[in-house]
């Protein structure tokens, strides 16, 4: 799949801009703050209704403004185009496929897949449990619209549960209810997440090995709270996850939150046996980052049959020239957008041709 071409309208920093894309390569250059990572987020935003960079979806309404718009035709791999079109309101956002309006968001994500690496990604690595857990629940929301019902399904029931902890509700009865769902989709999210770290460490790991000429192995480990219960029915399995709610609970409400599940589990990283959340240097931590990233776009190929497009905000030129050649070999396949204040020639001369866009105050120059 690919971007044939946007349209923005009062988006950040944007009035009215519409671009045509290249089929494989397009460059947005500028100077700082002009409007280069505001153009990558309107193109993300057409796979997830969602930002990479906020949760709070207004932000991206330009300043003063009431709504703001973002359109792109997507090209399918059989050549059959398809117009999204997101607006983005005070009270909520509109998202329309084909002209048609979509009545719930997870029908938005067959449409285009996307692929954003950012210096911000680095944190998926040294950062809190937050940003590793984050990582599996966007690819797996692009993957999977199922999870993406089931994580919206958790998170509602677990703020409902931590909410009567807090009130020091002890209604039995009433959290035997809680306890059942969150069990429920807890474990789906779970199994799901153990799936995709198992699939993600086979084609990641046969990527870093190879950036890093065979010395260093990388291993992907699903850490849970929830008991394991290898081997048992499902029934089984819930039954042990709803005790282990029923054991904490003393605690849980002496807390006042939920302590085990799905939300506080982590993702572990190892290179040759070395935890790297926690020892790994900037090189190592930044080159998993590269394999974890270039492997969700075969990941995505293998799951769905689909290429996806690749956005590179600010990451191209801090890498060495090995990881350079590296990453512009693996994205041969795919649409890539690069974004960069700028690009040495030596640089330039490792890219496929394509179109270059000049941004400034954001406004584009092709
Ligand atoms: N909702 C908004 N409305 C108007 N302008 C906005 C909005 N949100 C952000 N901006 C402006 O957009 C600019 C930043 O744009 P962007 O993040 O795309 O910069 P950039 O070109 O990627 O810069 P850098 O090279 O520093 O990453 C800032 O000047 C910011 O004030
Ligand atoms: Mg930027």
């Known amino acids: 799949m690919r971007f044939k071409s946007i349209r923005l309208e009062n988006f950040r920093n944007y009035k009215e801009q519409t671009l045509e894309f290249d089929e494989k390569l397009n460059l947005f250059l500028g100077s700082n703050a002009q ?157 799901e997440r153990k799936r995709f770290t198992a699939k993600l460490e086979e084609i990641s790991s046969r990527i870093h090995s190879e950036i890093s000429g065979g010395s260093e192995e990388l291993k992907l480990s699903y850490e849970t709270g929830v008991p394991s219960g290898e081997g048992d029915s499902l029934a089984e399995r819930k039954e042990a996850y709803k005790a282990k709610l029923r054991k904490n609970f003393d605690s849980d409400i002496f807390k006042g939150y939920t302590g085990f599940g799905p939300h506080k589990d982590d993702l572990k990283i190892e290179l040759n046996g070395i935890d790297i959340r926690l020892f790994g240097s900037q090189g190592q931590q930044r080159t998993a980052a590269l394999s974890m990233k270039l492997a969700e776009i075969g990941l995505i190929k293998q799951e769905t049959g689909k290429n996806a497009v690749l956005l590179l905000d600010d990451v191209l030129s801090e890498l060495d020239r090995k990881r350079q050649r590296f990453l512009i070999e693996a994205m041969s396949d795919v649409q890539v957008f690069i974004t960069s204040t700028e690009i040495d020639e030596e640089l330039k001369a490792m890219l496929p041709s394509g179109k270059s866009f000049y941004i400034s105050g954001g406004n584009v120059l092709t």
């Open 35 to 191: 409007g280069k990572t505001n153009l990558l987020e309107g193109l993300f935003v057409m796979g997830l209704g969602k930002s990479f960079r906020t949760n709070n979806d207004k932000e991206m309404i330009a300043f003063g403004q009431d709504i703001g718009r973002a359109s792109s035709v997507v090209v399918d791999e059989d050549g059959s185009e398809t117009l999204i079109e997101i607006a983005y309101a005070r009270e909520g956002k509109l998202i329309k496929v084909d002209g048609i309006k979509l009545d719930r968001s997870v029908d938005l994500l067959e449409n285009v897949y996307v692929v954003v690496f950012s210096p911000d990604d680095l944190k998926i690595i040294k950062e809190g449990p937050d940003n590793r857990r984050r990582f599996l629940d966007r690819e797996l929301c692009q993957i999977k619209p199922v999870y993406y019902s089931d994580l919206g399904n958790y998170k509602k029931v677990l703020k409902q549960r931590n909410m009567l902890l807090r009130q020091n509700n002890t209604d039995m009865a009433l959290f035997e209810v809680f306890d059942e769902a969150l069990s429920d989709y807890g474990l789906r999210l779970v199994d």
